[in-house]
């Protein structure tokens, strides 16, 4: 059975820093792309971030260029995401997707992320 399982999420103040961490198992992880997404109330659901387990090669959003960072453990079968400078626009939450070769994929329950003062 596939499962995913994000945790780290919390409030924090602007500029602060958090890690989120996603869990996975079930399936075979270095084969998958893992990927961090985001929903903030009231907007569509944005790809935030994306590593290819094989091969370590990240992407992305502009939005959070420079301020996080996406890594992978293949041992713990576990994604992480490092969100430094935290602003409150990164307020949302938080979700992790396996996505398979075949474009098959799976989706965690989410974290909540609140940055505020």
């Known amino acids: 059975q596939v499962q995913l399982v994000e945790s780290g999420g919390g409030l924090v103040q602007p500029g602060g820093s958090l890690r989120l961490s996603c869990a996975a198992a079930g399936f075979t992880f270095s084969r998958y792309t893992m990927s961090w997404y985001r929903q903030a109330p009231g907007k569509e659901r944005e790809l935030v971030a994306s590593?290819?387990?094989?091969?370590?090669?990240?992407n992305y959003a502009d939005s959070v260029k420079g301020r996080f960072t996406i890594s992978g453990d293949n041992v713990k079968n576990t994604v992480y995401l490092q969100m430094n400078s935290l602003k409150p626009e990164d307020t949302a939450v938080y979700y992790c997707k396996a996505t398979s070769r075949a474009f098959q994929e799976y989706w965690g329950q989410g974290t909540q992320v609140t940055v505020s003062s």
């Open positions: 590593i290819t387990s094989n091969s370590g090669s990240t």
